[in-house]
C-alpha cells in the first residue's frame, strides 16, 4: 500500500524552476507543505501567493556559504520539521573541457556537489532525532554514463551518484532513506548551453521529457511503504541515444 504524503512537510532546492517546480506541484498536490527553497525571491513571492498557504519561500543562494548554511535552520524555524529533503538545485556545463573556464567549474561542482552535501549533512541530525526522513536527490543519466560532451557536468553527477549510495547506507539504520532520480534531457533552463545541434536533434526526434514526468518519479519513490527504498530512478526519453 502506498504511503501518503499527506501532512508531511518537504523542502525543495531550486524549487522556482524546471524540475524543482514541478515536483513542488506535486508534493502540494499530494497533500504536503513544501518550502520552495530557492535563491530568486520574486519568482518565490510570486508562487507562493499563487499557490497558498502550503508554500513557503525560502530565499536560499546555495553558492553563498552563509546562505546554504542557513538554510535548513531557516526552514525548521519555519515548518518545525522537514520530513523530506529533495536536494535538486543544479547547473550545467557543456562542451570541451579546454572551451571551459575555472570559474563556470567552480560554480558547478559548488553548486551540483557542495551544496547538496552540505544540505544532506545539515538535515540528517533532525531526521535522526525523529527516526524518519526522506533525502531525494536530482542526479541524472550522466552520473550513469561518460558522456563526452559535457565531463564537467557528468562528473558532477558521478559524485552524487556516489555520495548517494553512500549515504543510503550509512543512514538506513536509523529510518531515513535516500535516493536519487536521473532524468534523461529535461526541458528546462539548464539545456542552454548544449550545442545547438544537439539540442535541435533532440527536440525533432522526441529525446527531451517534461520536468513533470521526472516529478512523478519523485511522487513514486516518496510514496512507497516504508519499508522500501527506491535508490535509484533512471528516466529516459524513450528515442533518447544513450
Given at each position: ?27 502540494l498536490k499530494a497533500g504536503a507543505t513544501v518550502a ?68 563556470a567549474i567552480d560554480r558547478m561542482l559548488n553548486l ?28 541524472s543519466v550522466a552520473g550513469h554514463t561518460a558522456v ?95
Amino acid at each position: 500500500m502506498a504511503e501518503s504524503i499527506q501532512g508531511k512537510v518537504a523542502a525543495v532546492t531550486g524549487a522556482a524552476s524546471g524540475i524543482g517546480l514541478a515536483t513542488t506541484e506535486a508534493l502540494l498536490k499530494a497533500g504536503a507543505t513544501v518550502a520552495m527553497v530557492d535563491r530568486d525571491e520574486k519568482a518565490l513571492n510570486e508562487l507562493t501567493g499563487k499557490f497558498g498557504d502550503k508554500a513557503i519561500a525560502q530565499v536560499t543562494d546555495l553558492l553563498d556559504a552563509e546562505s546554504c548554511d542557513a538554510m535548513v535552520p531557516e526552514v525548521l524555524q519555519k515548518t518545525g520539521r522537514i520530513d523530506v529533503l529533495h536536494c535538486n538545485a543544479g547547473t550545467y556545463i557543456g562542451g570541451d573541457l579546454d572551451e571551459t573556464n575555472n570559474a563556470a567549474i567552480d560554480r558547478m561542482l559548488n553548486l551540483n556537489v557542495n551544496a547538496v552535501m552540505k544540505n544532506v549533512r545539515d538535515v540528517i541530525p533532525h531526521m535522526k532525532e525523529r527516526g524518519t526522513g526522506d533525502i531525494v536527490v536530482t542526479c541524472s543519466v550522466a552520473g550513469h554514463t561518460a558522456v563526452s560532451w559535457e565531463p564537467v557536468y557528468s562528473g558532477s553527477k558521478w559524485a552524487m551518484t556516489c555520495f548517494v549510495q553512500a549515504m543510503r547506507r550509512q543512514l538506513m539504520g536509523h529510518g531515513i532513506r535516500v535516493g536519487q532520480v536521473s532524468p534523461g534531457p529535461v526541458i528546462s533552463a539548464l539545456l542552454a548551453d548544449w550545442p545547438e545541434e544537439n539540442l535541435r536533434k533532440a527536440k525533432e526526434n522526441g529525446s527531451l521529457i517534461e520536468p513533470t514526468e521526472v516529478a512523478d518519479a519523485v511522487i513514486f519513490m516518496l510514496t512507497r511503504p516504508r519499508n522500501v527504498t527506491i535508490r535509484d530512478v533512471v528516466v529516459l526519453p524513450t528515442n533518447f541515444d544513450i
